[in-house]
Nanobody, 121 residues
Framework: QVQLVESGGGLVQPGGSLRLSCAAS????????MGWYRQAPGKQRELVAR???????NYADSVKGRFTISRDNAKNTVYLQMNSLKSEDTAVYYC???????????????WGQGTQVTVSS
């Protein structure tokens, strides 16, 4: 199967920056889209940013101009650079990847365990 391991979350003051990383491992043939979602207490999980294998990106309106998603296909890793953080960015951030696996053969949707981002003074 596939494992997604996130890192980089933590506590930061408003206006600060954090960089999240998510590394995929396992029986990977190729990874199609990768993305970051977040879920704040009492709210539904929402898309933050998404990137295709070729590098096309899309962002939630609330993070445009502040967050940047990127990926390293050779390392099966996706990143989220978060700048000018606001208190409303506080949430658990989840990594997502659409992966073609070799065992079993097929395409699946995989999630990381989540990493907490807290923006507070």
């Amino acid at each position: 199967q596939v494992q997604l391991v996130e890192s980089g979350g933590g506590l930061v003051q408003p206006g600060g920056s954090l960089r999240l990383s998510c590394a995929a491992s396992g029986s990977i043939f190729s990874i199609n889209a990768m993305g970051w979602y977040r879920q704040a207490p009492g709210k539904q999980r929402e898309l933050v940013a998404r990137i295709t294998r070729s590098g096309s990106t899309n962002y939630a309106d609330s993070v445009k101009g502040r967050f940047t998603i990127s990926r390293d296909n050779a390392k099966n890793t996706v990143y989220l650079q978060m700048n000018s953080l606001k208190s409303e960015d506080t949430a658990v951030y989840y990594c997502n990847a659409v992966v073609w696996t070799t065992t079993p053969i097929g395409e699946g949707d995989y999630w990381g365990q989540g990493t907490q981002v807290t923006v507070s003074s």
